[in-house]
């Protein structure tokens, strides 16, 4: 194998010994063409441009052969260093790199804010937890989905679940990454991933307890301590990172906004019933919890209103 | 180097000389012998590698013949009569018949494409269809409580067979579980074990809670 140059070797244009059977077989084949046209040729008109030795033809025969070779050596080396340099799932490995203290050092912070907001804080750049994270809530997610006895028309149980939770984790924070490169605060694409991902911790403890102890004050609590400890931190350490006051309350404001609102979504939207709730709040004599079965995309507007209506009636 | 300088060899003397490849491998031979076979030859030979590594399965020891030869039959099998077993278990089953199986079958594929993904991103050395193989074999015992499942759930579907059906699963969980992590979990460095067990936990924990929330219809 060549080193990829384009000199054609000139000594081994008469090699007719060929290596295997194909070549043989096209030796012979085109000797015979050769043989005929020559045949013709001859009985013909004698316009032969060039030599008569194993002709021009037979020289252009090998030199295409050649050229087409080396095109095809070429083609292959590239499509496969494209390959190797970005299907190599290499890529990724950098992020991946932790180990299970680090990863539980991590989940424990994720629920501490920091004081010191005057310094950049550091964040992790890593895939691992927030991926686990993730997929916990799915799993959450389907658990709750299943008790409830929720059933979703135009989809699968886990095609949503799924979808919810990769879409919150990717799509808020390419949104966050946006906002943060407009208000210019120092974060990269990655870290803006884990900040987030590992921010759902918070969300898996409060749907796990929640999903399986129905009361609507414990839900609250939740939401509001360990939700909000979560969001002090991420808020935390953004505001660490962005310099003036509009563009942190900007950062701030949003993402503590779309972090509880994802909170009280999930659990409202995928557990309680709509009916239950209208009946604790307007009546004393309310009927225990009824659990009927529904379409998701017809309620999530009822949802909606009445979740508005609960929040308005307790503040 | 002082004995290296008489070395050469002059440009005119041609360098020739016999060049024979050993006939060690009977490789090309094989291929046509195991192209005249008879089919039922090849079949059998096929179904004894899987009923091989079901046996494996069954009894987890550190042997590495589950992952030399990896092969995704059995997998196949097990993950299509989990998910036709599985099927028709909801409330209104005239829409949820056809979703069920495919949620099923892409849960167990995605599940274990993303686990081998991360084990591969953790540094393992276990090759991607290996790690496949094994995720695939060891949802056996799954299908196994499946399949005790759906019997107890004719006899009844109260309190007892619940506590049943619970025990049954758990201890097929732990037995799929215990099972994938002796074969996997070897091939991580030794103390990022954990990081490769966990997600292995969280598939055929998903796999169990769907098998045992599931009631006939």
Known sequence: QGGGSAVIDMENMDDTSGSSFEDMGEMHQRMKEEEEEEAEGEAGAGEEEDGEFLGMKGLRGQLGRQVADQMWQVGKRQASRAFSLYANIDILRPYFDVEPVQVRARLLESMIPVKMINFPQKIAGELYGPLMLVFTLVAILLHGMKTSDTIIREGTLMGTAIGTCFGYWLGVSSFMY??????????TMVQMLSLLGYGLFGHCITLFVTYNIHFHSLFYIFWLVVGGLSTLRMVAVLVSRTVGHTQRLILCGTLAALHMLFLLYLHFAYHKVVEGI????????????QRVARDIPLVSNAVLNTTAKAIALTL | FPGLADVSISQDIPVEGEITVPVGSHSPDEDYSTLDEPVKDTIMRDLKAVGKKFVHVMYPKKSSALLRDWDLWG?????????????????????????????VFVIIWFGAVVITLNSK??????SFFQSLCVLGYCVMPLTVAMLVCRLVLLAGAGTVSFIIRLIVVGAMFGWSTLASTAFLADSQPPNRKALVVYPIFLFYFVISWMILTFTPQ
């Open chain 1, 278 to 289: 209208l009946d604790t709040l307007e009546g004393p004599n309310m009927p225990p919890f």
């Open chain 2, 75 to 103: 997998p196949l099998v097990l993950c299509v009569s989990l998910a036709l077993m599985l099927q028709g278990g909801s409330a209104d089953s005239k829409d949820d018949g056809g979703p069920q199986f495919a949620e």
């Open chain 1, 178 to 187: 946006f906002l943060a490169y407009l208000c210019n605060a120092q974060i």
């Open chain 2, 121 to 126: 991103l953790l540094g393992g050395t276990i």
